[in-house]
């Protein structure tokens, strides 16, 4: 499978988690980093599906980068949620993992993009 249908599916299933997150914050009361989670999380899939229907090499490698921003950043809510004891160190750690393959996958195909 094509590098850019894998980031395609696993950005989709982690941003399907993300929202689960968002909901259990919400429920706890939890709005304004929830928030901030809920839109990185969920713009990784969405700049890689527009990324596809990019007009150059250049365009592509714009928005890969861009979304690559996006993981690092949902990376950074998760650690913070974590650390403030709003979400357990086992549902971090199973979003960071999820983020580490999608970073990886995504640092690959910006570098393979030039």
Do not use: C, H, P
């Not at 980068?65 to 004891?85: F, G, M, P, Q, T």
């Amino acid at each position: 499978m094509e590098k850019e249908k894998v980031i395609e599916n696993k950005s989709y299933d982690f941003a399907k988690r993300i929202i689960k997150v968002y909901r259990y914050l919400t429920d706890k009361k939890e709005f304004v980093l929830s928030k901030q989670l809920l839109k990185s999380g969920t713009s990784i899939g969405t700049n890689v599906v527009e990324g596809q229907y990019s007009i150059s090499k250049k365009d592509f490698k714009n928005k890969m980068s861009i979304v690559l921003k996006e993981a690092v950043e949902s990376r950074y809510w998760i650690n913070l949620l974590k650390d403030s004891d709003y979400i357990s160190e086992m549902q971090a750690n199973s979003l960071l993992q999820d983020l580490k393959d999608i970073i990886k996958i995504l640092t690959k195909i910006v570098k393979n993009a030039s």
